[in-house]
């Protein structure tokens, strides 16, 4: 367009230059610089977001507490992470790996929700005979979902006045362009006035707004970061392709608690809820062998048990190799610095490679007591029983000390099973489901000194059941 000025912005600070740079003065990041275009002041001024009508600033006494409309997704996993529901005139992006599953998870969403309220489905990435095939796939029969194969934004508008619907999906965001700029669909510029102009429909309108946003080489959202900031709600869905289960994570909620996650699991039907994770977690848990502890840990309000895998090998380096996977390595080595120096453990001497099943990271202290030991069982070459648990945070002097929600974790340990659980001493006097013998443990030496808990020397081969 005649007139406009290209800068170049930093997408992590949004530092802008005339020039390019390689690494940003600003914030100190390497490559990430994109071209920008600034519209000449006549287009600024056209600009359907400028020559929206003016405000003007009310009291907040005068204002009414508005009552949250939620349309609830029909997916408890997915209305966990949101708080409830999607909420009418809100903003939602959801991010995540290509293939991970996001146009899966709401045409699913769309089969949910579009029997009741009219869903507009825009897609820039697939035909409609795609979106039909999967939807098909799926099992998805919606009377009142539209599909609509569209990049322009103001025709995506148009079509929205045309048939106001009560959610509208676009997939995704980096394929849309507004006409107002003339850089090509995907650039700052482009997802910063695309998404803009949806979410100022959003709210005049009450329509929910779903984005599906891409993400960069690091495995941030693609795009501007204001464009995090513009919206409600960030959602990531992530998990690993090799694994089925899939979590749904908020990074920003302005409407609920940001500790919630969803779990699911990808299935040939597409995804199916895991309201249950820690039975999901333990089902292929080995029995009888060293080196592996349960343990469980609160992710937002639900206690979730999962188990942690320690192999401890002699090395043959001349400095040890230590792996963490889904556990802080810092605070996998301060554990191994502890261990070696209140128990005497020559971790110094052994290979240490730690694994959390299930791809859950662990990133409460209160796993430091199954990490100890996992460690210790590990070392010693000897399992510790398969109905034993064990949660708490590990200071440096080898103390135990509490932490929250330990009630919930008991039961949540008792109901799946666990009849052997170590806890530290300030919160051992809950009262626990009976048959279950709960050790209060006020240091590590006391831990290990739990009756019959390394009794059993591993067997060679992993058994299963039978
Ligand atoms: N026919 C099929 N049978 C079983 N699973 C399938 C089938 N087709 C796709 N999938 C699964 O769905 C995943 C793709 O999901 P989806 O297209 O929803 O991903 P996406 O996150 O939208 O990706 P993109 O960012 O590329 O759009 C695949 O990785 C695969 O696991
Ligand atoms: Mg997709």
């Known amino acids: 367009m005649k007139g406009d000025k290209t800068v170049y912005v930093c997408t992590e600070c949004g530092y802008k230059n005339a020039k390019w740079y390689g690494k940003c003065p600003s914030c100190n990041e390497f490559n990430t610089f994109e071209e920008d275009v ?8 056209k600009s359907p977001v ?48 290509p293939g991970i599953g996001k146009s899966t998870l709401l045409m699913q969403l769309c089969g949910t929700v579009g029997n009741d309220e009219r869903v507009l489905y825009v897609s820039g990435e697939e035909s409609g005979s795609q979106l039909k095939l999967r939807a098909k796939r799926l099992g998805v029969t919606a009377s009142e979902l539209f599909v609509l ?34 850089s090509s669909p995907g650039s700052v510029t482009q997802v910063r006035e695309s998404s803009m102009l949806f979410i100022n429909k959003a709210k005049a309108e009450g329509f929910s707004l779903i984005l599906v946003g891409h993400v960069n080489k690091e ?16 959602l990531y869905f992530e998990g690993e392709k090799q694994h089925s289960y899939r979590i749904i994570r908020a990074v920003k909620n302005r409407f609920g608690s940001t500790n919630e996650i969803g779990v699911f699991e990808m299935t040939e039907r597409g995804l199916e809820q895991v ?19 349960a343990v469980c840990v609160m992710e937002g309000t639900r206690p979730i048990i999962t188990e942690i895998q320690a192999l401890v090998t ?63 069982s590990g070392i010693l070459d000897r399992a510790l029983p398969d109905d034993f648990i064990t949660f708490g945070e590990i200071g440096l002097s080898g103390e135990c000390r509490s932490v929250s929600h330990s009630e919930q974790r008991i039961n949540e ?54």
Not at 38 to 45: D, G, W
Not at 314 to 340: F, H, Q, W
């Open 38 to 45: 600034v519209p000449s002041e006549k287009a600024q001024r």
């Open 50 to 97: 400028s020559s929206m009508l003016r405000a003007h600033s009310t009291k907040l006494d005068g204002l009414e507490t508005p009552d949250y409309i939620r349309v609830g997704s029909g997916m408890d996993e997915f209305d966990r992470v949101l708080g409830g529901g999607l909420v009418s005139g809100s903003a939602v992006l959801l991010s995540g790996e």
């Open 149 to 182: 194969n569209e990049t322009n934004a103001s025709n995506i508008i148009a079509e929205i006045d045309d048939i106001q619907p009560s959610v509208v999906i676009i997939d995704s965001i980096q394929t849309v362009f507004a006409d107002i700029s003339s």
């Open 413 to 466: 340990s008792a109901r799946l099973g666990f009849n052997k659980i170590a806890v530290p001493k300030r919160v051992s006097d809950v009262k626990a489901p009976q048959g279950v013998s709960v050790h209060g443990v006020n240091n590590l030496f006391e831990a290990i000194r739990i009756p019959q808990l390394f009794v059993k020397k591993e067997e060679n081969t992993v058994k299963d059941d039978g």
């Open 275 to 293: 309201p249950n994770p820690s039975e999901a977690m333990l089902r292929e848990r080995p029995k009888n062998v060293s080196g592996s502890c």
């Open 314 to 376: 002699p090395t043959v380096y001349p400095s040890p190799k230590r792996t963490a996977n889904g556990v802080d390595y810092n605070r996998m080595c301060l554990i191994l610095a502890v261990l070696e120096k209140r128990l005497g453990l020559h971790f110094s001497q052994h290979d240490v490679y730690l694994n959390v099943t299930g791809g859950i990271y662990l990133s409460e202290p209160a796993s430091d007591m199954a990490v100890c030991l996992a460690l210790i």
């Open 219 to 234: 495995g941030g959202i693609a795009g501007p970061k204001v464009l995090e900031h513009m919206v409600d709600a960030v």
